[in-house]
């Protein structure tokens, strides 16, 4: 991985229910200054599926998958790297289907991953919509060697939902001795098209339940469990007034279920749909943000 030119990037791109933030995904893929070899998009069970029409927004070569279950974004990406492995590109480019971005973001990542194109574990800068900034490490746009991907293996499917960038991004890869870096310049909007309204009970019961199994049998560590645990307690308490016993319960459940390592999908999950209205349009930022923008460096569950 020496040759530069030899180099090809794979935009890998994860979609469930969100045929609007697809495009306006693609679309910004396909504007970027340096635009990837090709895209792969899985479809992690949409309904209705997705055509291979709706990939056209990226006129070059693409590649559509799909996947009958919704595995959630654990499963999802283990799909998405295990098919790009076994494809001929150096990199991935990894994006969840509501990120956009900005026309000059993989110009960027490459700038710094080429001078160590096979240790290239590159994220983007990531503006939320109420316009803060953070360095997320998540599936938000980052940039990933082939080399790191066949060392340390592809997520957690198991997880299904929650914590699974975790272990995967902030530990296991990390761990296996490949340095996270931020890139400022880099930058995407991530519209959050699924956030919003009332939570379902099925995301207190994976959420308790991944970031227990993390801290008790990945990272052997108590960390900031504490204060996660207390905060997610709080908004099942207080974000909504009915039904709070209930939730209680299921995180409950969660944390027993974590604790004894029982994962893969053991609560029924609902349907997800992007929210109408949702940005739209080009990424026009007045800048890059700072280092020190707010969040900066800190992940939704790190611990």
């Known amino acids: 991985m020496g040759d530069p030119a030899r180099q090809r990037i794979l935009a890998v ?9 697809l495009r306006r995904c693609l679309e910004a893929i396909a504007a970027q200054t340096l635009v990837p070899d090709a895209v792969l998009v899985v479809d992690n069970a949409s309904q209705p599926p997705v055509e291979p029409a709706a990939l056209t927004p990226f006129p070059g070569e693409h590649i559509l ?4 279950t919704n595995t959630g974004p654990a499963g999802g990406y283990h799909q998405a790297l295990g098919r790009f492995v076994g494809l001929d590109f150096t990199h991935a480019w990894v994006l969840d289907d509501d990120i956009r971005p900005e026309p000059r973001c993989l110009e960027y990542l490459w700038e710094a991953a080429a001078g160590d194109p096979g240790s290239a574990f590159v994220f983007p800068a990531s503006r939320a919509s109420d316009g803060t900034y953070g360095n997320w490490p998540s599936w938000c746009g980052f940039l990933v060697s082939r080399q ?3 060392r340390v293996g592809l997520p957690m499917a198991a997880l299904f939902w929650w914590a699974e960038d975790t272990e995967y991004l902030q530990w296991r890869i ?3 001795g490949f340095d996270r870096q931020f ?4 930058l995407v909007d991530h519209d959050a098209i699924r956030q919003g309204g009332t939570v379902p009970l099925w995301k207190y019961y994976y959420e308790a339940r991944n970031m227990l199994y993390v801290h008790l049998h990945v990272k052997h560590r108590i960390g900031r469990y504490p204060g ?3 905060r997610l307690m709080a908004r099942a308490v207080v974000r909504e007034r009915e039904g709070r016993l209930r939730r209680l319960g299921v995180i409950g459940r969660g944390l027993a279920d974590g604790a004894r390592g029982r994962l893969g999908i053991r609560y029924p999950v609902g349907t997800l749909t992007e929210r109408t209205g949702a940005p739209g349009g080009p990424v026009r930022p ?3 943000p700072p280092d020190s923008a707010p969040g900066a460096g800190i992940g939704r569950d790190d611990a």
């Not at 998958?65 to 009958?68: C, H, L, V």
């Not at 890139?183 to 880099?186: G, S, T």
């Open 174 to 176: 990390p761990e296996a």
């Open 13 to 21: 791109v994860l979609t469930h229910n969100a045929p609007d933030s």
């Open 286 to 288: 007045g800048g890059a």
């Open 148 to 150: 790191i991907v066949e």
């Open 183 to 186: 890139v400022p310049q880099a």
């Open 65 to 68: 998958e799909r996947s009958e």
């Open 228 to 230: 996660n645990l207390g």
